[in-house]
């Protein structure tokens, strides 16, 4: 499901827990590579299993976690029948995860039919990705989805997968032990932030922009944790306290965790490249936000500029947006796009006073 963050973000995820006519049911909003799709989840309790040697696989007790390995099949209802075959027993920790691209034209991302196995967080497949969540060993859910239209200028095309609304049921046989995001290290969280922000990278540049944004927005969830620590490490001096932590967190000598300028570029960038995707998505509002935080973390970022620029142009706030774009030019001066939209932003902001000129001499005649 689409994680809460620390910017203005796409969507905040909903969630509705509770007994519906005595059946656990539980709805959210997912982001897939064309919209947002509503999500409502019926849990089927059957026995946990247990593969040999592993006893964590089928325990009561637990349910995935950040990082852990599922093993997994989703099959539409119109399928079920002819699923036939079963997972072969294995130890949980012979799994690894199976390699597969996120698709433009499908919603539920997962090969359909097989078992595939899963890393829980990494957001490829988001609507199984949060079935998962709470579930255990041996367990199954019944899915329905249905396009989730909060954009107006966004719309969701037709899956591929059949007609609407999608009905599918997802399976959880095995998985291994993961950790909740309190219980890792900062250097763990770190690992997590860089492969969110390069995978935010592949997806826009795929043409993924809600998929981008999911990325970003679970990179930023990540970095709130850690903003207290890099402040103290200002505090107390950056080289010692640097030291320490990569002593405490980490078992890899030669893993680098960053300074705290460079924390602050990593985020400015994060808060950035959110803008951007906000911006194709058509939300100035929350777009504005997030290129606004980038500018303060980085005054010398000039995406960052150009973007809370163009997010005040689409909101008719003329005055900061000339006041971005002239920022930007004394970043980097003759940059073409720049120049090109403050003149733009002028052309528009005479105009305006022009037709207020003619609306106040008319009141007064």
């Known amino acids: 499901m689409l994680p809460m963050m620390e910017p203005a973000h796409p969507l905040e995820t909903r969630h509705g827990n509770g007994d519906h006519d005595g059946v656990d049911v539980t709805s959210w909003v997912s982001v897939c590579p064309r919209g947002l799709w509503r999500v409502r989840r019926k849990r089927i309790h059957e026995q946990t299993v247990s593969t040999s040697g592993d006893a964590l696989s089928g325990s009561s007790d637990y349910c995935p976690k950040l990082g852990s390995l599922c093993q997994v099949r989703v099959l539409l209802r119109a399928h079920m029948e ?28 997962t090969p359909l039919g ?8 990494e957001g490829q497949c988001d609507v199984t990705e949060a ?6 060993a041996g367990e ?12 107006r200028d966004v719309s969701v095309s037709q899956p591929s997968e059949g007609n609407l609304p999608l009905c599918a049921t997802v399976e959880l046989q095995v998985f291994t032990q993961g950790k909740e995001s309190w219980e890792m290290s900062a250097g763990e969280k770190w690992e997590w932030i860089k492969s969110h922000k ?5 997806r826009f540049r795929s043409g993924d922009v809600w998929g981008a944004a999911d990325s970003y927005s679970r990179a930023l969830k990540l970095l709130i944790p ?3 620590l890099f402040r103290d490490m200002e505090k107390k001096g950056e080289e010692r306290e640097t030291k320490e932590l990569r002593d405490t967190n980490t078992t890899d000598e030669t893993q680098q965790f960053p300074s705290v300028d460079e924390f602050k570029i990593i985020k400015a960038e994060l808060h950035s490249n959110m803008s951007l995707c906000q911006l194709k998505l058509n939300q ?7 290129a606004a935080k980038a500018t303060q973390l980085d005054p010398g970022a000039a995406k960052a500029w150009y973007r809370l620029g163009q997010a005040c142009q689409m909101l008719n706030e003329l005055e900061e947006a000339k006041g971005a774009f002239v920022k930007l030019l004394e970043l980097q001066p003759e940059l073409p796009p720049a120049i090109k939209a403050l003149k733009d932003v002028i052309s528009k902001e005479k105009e305006r006073n022009a037709q207020l000129g003619l609306r106040l001499s008319k009141m007064f005649n």
């Open 82 to 109: 002819d699923s036939g075959g079963s997972v072969s027993e294995k130890r949980v920790t012979e799994l690894a995860s199976t390699p597969f691209l996120r698709c433009q034209d499908t919603v539920l991302q």
């Open 284 to 290: 100035p509002e929350r777009a504005k936000a997030s």
């Open 140 to 151: 199954k859910c019944e899915i329905q989805l249905t396009p989730f239209g909060i954009e």
């Open 198 to 202: 390069e995978r935010g990278g592949v």
């Open 114 to 121: 097989d078992w595939t196995t899963l890393r829980l967080g």
């Open 226 to 228: 850690l903003c207290g």
């Open 131 to 136: 079935c998962l969540e709470g579930m255990r």
